[in-house]
Each structure stands twice: as C-alpha cells, then as structure tokens.
C-alpha cells in the first residue's frame, strides 16, 4: 500500500486507533445477516463463499478481514487477542512442523 493511501485510512477510520481486536467468528443474528471487512469489503458471513471468521472491534461494531487487520495493525496500533484464532493456531501448527523438518 502506498503512503497516501495509508495516509487517507488512517484519516478516514481515526476511530479505530489503538483499538483492542478479537478474533471471532461470525455468528448471525438472522438469516441472511452478513457484514463487510471496513477496509476492503470482503463478505463475511457464514455462506460458503464468503470468510467466516474476521477481527472483531466492540466499540465500533467493526469486522476487519485477516488479510487487512496484518496489513492495518501497525499504523493503527491494534492490540489483537488471539485466544480465539483458529487461523494463527493453524499457522502455528504449520510453523511447528516445518521447524520438526528442518
Ligand atoms: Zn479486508
């Protein structure tokens, strides 16, 4: 991401620095209830096409999607719980046993 972009968020989305995320899945409220990532409008939902999980920000009731919170977590200087993250236990488990083979 280039430096103006990443100025503009960070104007745009001031709310959300220094913010505290959770990992969570998303659970409906209704049937067709669904939600977007803030920053790239990925889907998130429990349909099959869409991401299932995302990081979770109470105050805002905002989802942002794995790929953004990695990307945005620096400049806007998250705090990530992840008790809950199945997708860091699976990288994890990955680092685990590529570390056993080499
Ligand atoms: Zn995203």
Same mark, same amino acid.
């Given at each position: 991401m280039n430096a103006?972009?990443?100025?503009?968020?960070l104007k745009k989305k001031a709310y959300l620095r220094g913010k505290s995320f959770r990992f969570a899945r998303f659970e409906p409220s209704f049937p067709d209830d669904h939600t977007?990532?803030?920053?790239? +409008?990925? #889907?998130?939902?429990? +349909?099959?096409? @869409?991401? #299932?999980?995302?990081?979770?920000?109470?105050?805002?009731?905002? +989802?942002?999607? @794995?790929?953004?919170?990695?990307e945005f977590k620096q400049p806007f200087e998250w705090s990530i719980d992840r008790t809950n993250d199945s997708a860091w236990k699976r990288l994890m488990q990955h680092n685990a046993i590529d570390s056993t083979i080499l």
């Open positions: 103006s972009k990443l100025q503009s968020e977007f990532c803030v920053f790239c +409008w990925a #889907r998130i939902s429990i +349909w099959d096409e @869409d991401l #299932r999980e995302g990081y979770f920000e109470p105050e805002s009731q905002s +989802w942002i999607c @794995d790929v953004c919170t990695e």
